[in-house]
């Protein structure tokens, strides 16, 4: 097949080419009332662009699109493979790709930069954290300009869900080091939308991609702007100076019948926990974790920290369809079965009404990311429901750019996601994803569950993925690398003038928000 290699000036000439048309199309948008212009502010300013390298971001589905995407209901559908077939022993995946796809600078979407993309994620040179959500992939090719094939090691049915990752450009990135490449501040993706300008405060500006081989977006340009503080950022709603945001459970009230917001309440699979790091000694013993889990009153945090928005959380699956419904369930505190389970693990309060062991108190420092408010609420409430169990948990804000989340002794961590249950569950609790990047920040290892999260993803059988995710949510209950606190509601302020945005359960943050921007339009004020 053939191969393209351009240099980033050839590249940038290309863009600025294109961005001369664009400005014409502008003038005649201005000409005609106005651009319709999306303004999205955000919690943090984003670092850089590039799917292969990170967690999803909101911006990468504009930019770039995976072989499939998930539709309104989460499930898998058809993007940048038309069509596939899989072989009877379920260890081949053919996929035919859509023709008519190209990037931004007008080179055609081919088999070759499927292959490449799929590569460097398992390349442990690209040293991404995604690389455990690919890792039974035993071999990737293309077979002509528009077929691919893929072939696993052993049976994998979350596969399809995986590829709605973005494929990258070879003829571009080849030969690049990607964590190091002007590409993931340039980028050159095959989406709706397309870079504009990445501005000094961090702001993104996306442009709509004429060239996108989908349905074109309503919007102009859709822009990033990084809001770090939640005040503001309801100032800025309400001021019109930006178009959506995420709002906290209080400041919901705070939106009155005159502001020109909507609010947009939204079910998700996004849940806060205690996550304990098992460097840290007092936390190898289960009947710790235990004890915590069971004092905790997580009604009070719904009702009070939350406003209702949320429900109480009991473990990671709880809205997905693999829930197992009473594991790890307690309807309410129950302060003497911890007492209990502390006592048996040899813990004794000491003079001062703290438990002590061996000399050493059962105390440690509980940090939340300062700029997150609930969080920070969470392990204000926390410390206080655990203090007359005779635990000190230290309540203890840090700047987000600043938390160690793989060495901080316990952290109010947040994770969920609306897909298929192997995401955000073999990631976190595998003992193979701790280092190097990886998301099982506490460093937690129990052989049991690295034994069930590997029979649910590769079980060829739904009833038997479900049972071995149900057992491994009790084995999870048993001994957990996480205290679950709440699952949020997701909570949009949108500019009433803004339409389109279609309800969906979320993920992680919210996420999901956009997944059919193409659909969105804001009329003129």
């Known amino acids: 097949m053939k191969k393209y290699k351009i240099s980033f000036i050839t590249m940038a000439a290309v863009i600025i080419a294109g961005l001369a048309g664009a400005c014409s199309a502008e003038t005649a948008d201005y000409a005609a009332g106005g651009k319709k212009q999306l303004i999205y502010g955000m919690e943090a300013e984003i670092d850089r662009v590039n799917p292969v390298l990170d967690e999803s971001q909101e911006i990468d589905a504009l930019l770039f699109r995976g072989l499939t995407k998930p539709d309104e209901q989460n499930e898998v559908t058809p993007d940048l493979a038309e069509s ?4 009877e022993d379920l260890l081949t995946y053919s996929f035919k790709l859509r023709e008519d796809a190209v990037w931004q600078d007008g080179e055609p979407v081919t088999a070759d930069d499927v292959v490449f993309t799929l590569d460097k994620i398992l390349d442990p040179k690209t040293n991404t954290p995604i690389t455990g959500e690919f890792r039974e992939i035993a071999d990737v090719r293309a077979d002509g300009d528009y077929q691919v094939e893929i072939r696993l090691h052993r049976p994998y049915p979350p596969l399809l869900d995986k590829l709605k990752v973005g494929i ?3 003829h571009i990135l080849d030969g690049e080091n990607l964590a190091e490449s002007d590409f993931n501040r340039n980028p050159v993706g095959n989406g709706p939308f397309r870079m504009k300008e990445w501005k000094g405060d961090g702001t993104i500006v996306l442009q709509r991609n ?5 349905k074109k977006p309503k919007l102009d340009e859709v822009v990033f702007k990084p809001v770090p503080d939640a005040n503001t950022r309801l100032v800025q709603l309400k001021a019109g100076e930006i178009d959506l945001a995420r709002l906290t459970p209080s400041q919901v009230k705070a939106v009155n019948k005159s502001d020109p917001v909507k609010v947009h309440e939204m079910d998700t699979a996004d849940y806060r926990a205690i996550m304990y790091n098992f460097d840290h000694e007092i936390f190898r013993d289960p009947k710790v974790r235990q004890a915590i889990s069971l004092a905790v009153d997580r009604k009070a945090m719904v009702d009070g920290i939350l406003a209702g928005k949320g429900e109480p959380a009991f473990g990671p699956l709880q809205k997905s369809w693999a829930a197992n419904p009473d594991a790890g369930r307690t309807e309410s505190p129950d302060s003497g079965r911890a007492a209990e389970l502390l006592a048996v693990a040899g813990w004794e309060k000491n003079g001062d009404g703290i438990l002590e062991k061996n000399g050493k108190l059962l105390s440690f420092e509980l940090v939340a990311p300062a700029q997150d408010t609930v969080r920070v609420a969470l392990a204000n409430v926390v410390s206080q429901q655990l203090k007359p169990l005779g635990i000190i948990a230290e309540p ?19 994770w969920g996601s609306e897909f298929d249950p192997d995401d955000h569950t073999y990631r976190l609790f595998h003992s193979s994803e701790i280092g190097g990047g990886q998301y099982n920040f506490g ?3 129990n052989d049991e569950v690295d034994r069930l999260l590997t029979e649910a993803r590769t079980a060829t059988v739904p009833d038997k993925r479900k049972a071995a995710y149900g057992r491994f949510q009790e084995v999870l209950a048993e001994d957990p690398p996480y205290t679950f606190l709440v699952y949020l509601d997701a909570l949009y302020g949108v ?12 993920g992680h943050h919210g996420f999901g928000i956009l997944w059919n921007i193409e659909d969105w339009d804001k009329q003129a004020d």
């Open 84 to 87: 596939w077939t899989i072989s």
């Open 210 to 214: 004429e060239q996108y081989y989908g």
């Open 443 to 445: 460093k937690y290892r």
């Open 396 to 414: 203890k804000p840090v700047d987000q750019n600043a938390v160690k989340y793989d060495g901080e002794e316990a952290l109010v961590i947040g």
């Open 168 to 170: 990258v450009p070879e």
């Open 495 to 506: 500019n009433e003038n803004v339409t389109g945005i279609s309800d969906r359960t979320l």
